[in-house]
């Protein structure tokens, strides 16, 4: 029979030290589109737990100034903020190069940046599609590939891609937005067979619907096309997908999010984990 043997140096009946997996101290995280929504919940997630943080996104610049400035005083961790604009690729880079130089690393690397346009493809304004190609996918090549060389340098590192429900399934009147989260998904597990010997993992996160900005914009956009009220558009269109009926919170992400960039997920790697109250399962 199997005799379980007691390890050297524990004494009888102590438990064993136990880090806590979540700790993300001396940690730094660049999180793209962070200023409302997903984004920031991720970053607080983040500082919450000791890591250092560099913020962006959109928004009037004295609330994001306030948002920093609170989210760094509460949390006791430095917060930065980066306003690269996630159509310009030298931007987004520079954006990655500023937490290596600002704050001596970076650890965690989350490509959450998105906007959204619904319109028939027939009707869809070519400036959107373009829009949304750059925001949604190509943002996230290059801070993914701007990433890459610091994370080699460290020897770890963590990047996380929030694509959606979208990025599995289709929708209509979403055809640039559905095109680029597939592509984010792509991209995501060739990023992980590159860098699969470099301690280096690279997974999504495809969430349902959660109640954010551009969730709240999608309900008007869809009365408008679909020519119904408000109303009906959250009942019979946003929520008819999630068997769950209500909203993905972020704490939901987040928690997949915390076991993603923690050692326990080391061997998570190219793949995509749908948090969608089973949208996907049907």
């Known amino acids: 029979m199997f005799?379980?043997?007691?390890?050297?140096?524990?004494?009888?009946?102590?438990?064993?030290?136990?880090?806590?997996?979540?700790?993300?101290?001396?940690?730094?995280?660049?999180?793209?589109?962070?200023?409302?929504?997903?984004?920031?919940?991720?970053?607080?997630?983040?500082?919450?737990?000791?890591?250092?943080?560099?913020?962006?996104?959109?928004?009037?610049?004295?609330?994001?100034?306030?948002?920093?400035?609170e989210l760094e005083s509460s949390c006791g961790v430095p917060v930065r903020y980066h306003g690269a604009d996630m159509r310009k690729g030298e931007e987004v880079a520079d954006m990655v190069a500023f937490a290596k130089h600002d704050l001596g690393r970076l650890d965690i690397l989350v490509n959450n940046a998105g906007i959204q346009h619904v319109e028939a493809v027939e009707k869809f304004p070519s400036d959107k599609w373009e829009q949304i190609i750059a925001i949604n996918l190509s943002s996230a090549f290059y801070a993914t590939r701007a990433a890459i060389p610091i994370m080699k340098a460290q020897g770890r590192g963590r990047i996380v891609n929030i694509a959606s429900a979208h990025g599995l399934v289709a929708s209509p009147f979403k055809s640039a937005y559905v095109a680029a989260k597939h592509g984010v998904l792509g991209f995501t597990k060739t990023v992980a067979l590159e860098l699969a010997q470099d301690n280096i993992t690279c997974n999504a996160i495809c969430p349902g619907f959660v109640e954010t900005p551009i969730v709240e914009k999608q309900i008007a956009d869809q009365a408008r096309t679909r020519g119904i009220s408000k109303e009906a558009v959250l009942k019979d269109v946003i929520l008819a997908a999630q068997p769950t009926k209500r909203f993905v919170t972020t704490d939901e992400l987040a928690g997949i999010f915390l076991y993603l960039v923690s050692d326990l997920g080391a061997s998570a790697n190219g793949a995509s984990f749908s948090i969608d109250g089973g949208w996907t399962a049907q």
């Not at 880090?19 to 607080?44: E, H, M, P």
């Not at 997630?45 to 928004?59: H, T």
């Open 3 to 69: 005799q379980w043997t007691k390890k050297p140096g524990v004494a009888e009946g102590a438990a064993p030290a136990v880090r806590d997996i979540n700790d993300l101290k001396g940690q730094v995280a660049v999180i793209s589109g962070s200023t409302s929504g997903i984004g920031l919940a991720l970053a607080r997630a983040v500082a919450i737990r000791g890591g250092a943080v560099v913020l962006n996104g959109l928004g009037d610049p004295s609330e994001i100034e306030r948002t920093r400035s």
